[in-house]
């Protein structure tokens, strides 16, 4: 049984350039949740998919961006890179109808560069 | 503004040691809260969850208690060992928002 799985693993990127994340979550949820961990911080929270729709967002700009497919899975996109991005970046799964009281599933991350 | 802390970034004890890791909350009146712990590079993993309305909730050598009154959690892991050295996070959320973490504290336990 697959846990939640993040592509790539580890990204270097320009200032100013954009780049998009994948994720696939734990079999048998339906929910995804994204984190951004800089250096030395604990995950904060970017937002979350079900339904293909976002259904909560934390306090990050427009610049970032998500998107849900029907199959469950999910992508996040940052336009125009700042240096400030660089973090590891977190996917997390879970099923909606426990969602609010029962724990995430993360994946590792992926490490993103900016320079 | 709501505020989750956690009391301090290292911790260092001996092996069959004790470990006493707390978060204490302000602004904030959560309905669950949540202990993870995560290792370098890694993401975190779960380890246990906690109501309100629960004052301690025990795992194998883990323990945590919460207490809405002070708006702290204590997070406890008796006998350590040298591989319960990582760092743990303390998160919390009310119903119908998304979890919420502190920084985290690093436990080292040496041998």
């Known amino acids: 049984d697959a846990g939640v799985t993040q592509s790539p693993t580890h990204l270097i990127k320009t200032r100013g350039q954009q780049v998009t994340l994948r994720c696939s979550p734990k079999?048998?949820?339906?929910?995804v949740s994204w984190y951004q961990q800089a250096l030395g911080q604990g995950p904060q929270f970017i937002f979350q998919?079900?339904?293909?729709?976002?259904?909560q967002r934390g306090n990050f700009p427009d610049r970032f961006s998500g998107h849900q497919f029907p199959n469950y899975s999910s992508e996040l996109n940052v336009n125009a890179l700042l240096l400030g991005d660089s973090a590891l970046y977190l996917c997390?799964?879970?099923?909606?109808?426990?969602?609010?009281?029962?724990?995430?599933?993360f994946g590792n991350g992926t490490r993103l560069t900016v320079t | 503004s709501q505020k989750i802390e956690q009391n301090s970034e290292a911790l260092n004890i001996q092996e069959g040691k004790t470990a006493t890791l707390t978060c204490n909350y302000t602004n904030y009146s959560p309905a669950y809260l949540q202990w993870y712990r995560q290792d370098p590079g890694r993401g975190p993993v779960f380890l246990l969850l906690i109501r309100e309305n629960e004052k301690e909730k025990r795992k194998e050598r883990l323990k945590v208690t919460f207490d809405t009154t002070l708006k702290q959690s204590l997070f406890h892991i008796t006998a350590s060992q040298p591989a319960d050295s990582a760092t743990y996070l303390c998160a919390l959320n009310q119903a119908g928002t998304a979890l919420i973490f502190g920084k985290g504290t690093t436990l080292s336990v040496s041998s």
């Open positions: 997390a799964s879970s099923s909606w109808t426990v969602h609010y009281n029962s724990p995430l599933h």
């Open positions: 079999s048998g949820h339906d929910t």
């Open positions: 998919y079900y339904e293909e729709e976002e259904r």
